[in-house]
């Protein structure tokens, strides 16, 4: 596959989504161990729903990039700005590293900051929110490290395996917001 490096971080680069990675999304996408963390985990996934979700989302106007490995090119997961509103300036975020060896390794941190950068200083955003479970305390940690901040929680929103779950919110906006790539790529 080939990407495109939209936006370099040290470790790893986002790139434009490619239709031809649905197979491997579909890999991820029904991998319990990943997907448990996410709302995803319920969905009955073949691969040509995935392509069909991949067409529309590009289409829908959401920002959805590939994140992958700066030192050999390998795909490791996607992230998404979507539910984006340009009148207010705010949009949601969404990760998904579903490839595992990369776990835990800074990678989510990095992608995170790099299209938190991505959404303040190229699409001029100013709040954008995400949602996580509270049992997902790599993902809060990850979100904390990249400038989200936690502003709330939605009680007992998530039922799994007969325990309760609260939702927790977290948002960054851009005035807190330290660039990582933008500074030195695009000051004149
Ligand atoms: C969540 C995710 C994006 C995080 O990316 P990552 O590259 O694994 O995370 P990072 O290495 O950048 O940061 C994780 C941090 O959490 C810490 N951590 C890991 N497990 C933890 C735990 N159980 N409790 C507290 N901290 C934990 C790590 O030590 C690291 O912090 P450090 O760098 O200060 O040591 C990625 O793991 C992922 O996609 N997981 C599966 C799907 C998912 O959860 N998606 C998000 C849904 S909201």
């Not at 995935?50 to 529309?56: A, D, G, S, T, Y």
């Not at 705010?90 to 800074?106: C, D, S, T, V």
Request: hydrophobic share 40%; charged share 25%; proline share 1%.
């Amino acid at each position: 596959m080939k990407y495109y490096k939209k936006l370099i971080g040290k470790k790893c680069y986002l790139s434009p989504i490619s239709l031809q990675d649905a197979e491997k999304y579909c890999e991820w996408l029904n991998d319990l161990e990943v997907t448990k963390y996410t709302l995803l985990f319920r969905q009955q996934l073949s691969l040509q729903s995935e392509r069909n979700i991949l067409e529309q989302l590009q289409e829908t106007g959401n920002y959805i990039f590939s994140i992958v490995d700066l030192q050999n090119d390998e795909l490791i997961g996607n992230c998404s700005l979507f539910d984006v509103n340009h009148r207010n300036r705010k949009a949601m975020f969404g990760i998904l590293i579903g490839n595992k060896k990369y776990w835990n390794r800074g990678f989510g941190t990095e992608a995170t900051k790099l299209i938190l950068d991505f959404g303040f200083n190229i699409l001029n955003l100013h709040n954008i929110m995400l949602e996580v479970f509270d049992f997902n305390k790599r993902a809060i940690k990850a979100y904390q490290k990249a400038g989200f901040k936690i502003i709330g929680k939605r009680r007992e929103a998530m039922i799994l395996a007969g325990k309760k779950y609260d939702e927790i919110l977290m948002d960054a906006i851009a005035s807190e917001f330290d660039s990582i790539f933008i500074k030195e790529n695009l000051e004149f």
